[in-house]
């Protein structure tokens, strides 16, 4: 068994389910899921990523890079300009990873070279304040 299967295999005990529930979940075949945890197939990192969130912990976790199953809200202490939840106006606290901060700039970026006029209003109507 790999280090994969063997802690994939842990977190579903863990959950107290079995390998047809787990596969149900995951939508996906009862014996695509039993290859992973018997070790004679690897999932994609798309798969990855679901089984890592459906057993919440990290994809670091299941490959073996980390012994921790716990998703390490500390890992992101050492960026400057990191975003929080409260600049979302969200009450949670998490931080927000900088792959997160990453794609919700792209999206905005995306979005202003397709909608000009959108930041246009909005300075608009800072302008229209400060004449106030």
Aim: hydrophobic share 30%.
């Amino acid at each position: 068994m790999t280090t994969f299967s063997k802690r994939l295999e842990k977190r579903r005990l863990a959950k107290g389910w079995t390998k047809t529930k787990t596969a149900k979940r995951l939508k996906i075949g009862l014996s695509t899921y039993a290859n992973y945890e018997y070790g004679l197939r690897e999932p994609d990192i798309k798969m990855l990523t679901l089984i890592a969130n459906l057993f919440d912990t990290s994809t670091d976790y299941l490959l073996g890079k980390t012994d921790s199953p716990y998703v390490n809200d500390n890992q992101f202490d050492n960026f400057d300009d990191e975003l929080d939840w409260t600049d979302f106006g969200m009450a949670y606290g998490g931080r927000i990873s900088p792959e997160l901060k990453a794609q919700f700039e792209a999206l905005a970026k995306d979005y202003v070279k397709r909608h000009p006029e959108a930041l246009k209003d909005s300075f608009e109507e800072e302008d229209d304040e400060l004449d106030d």
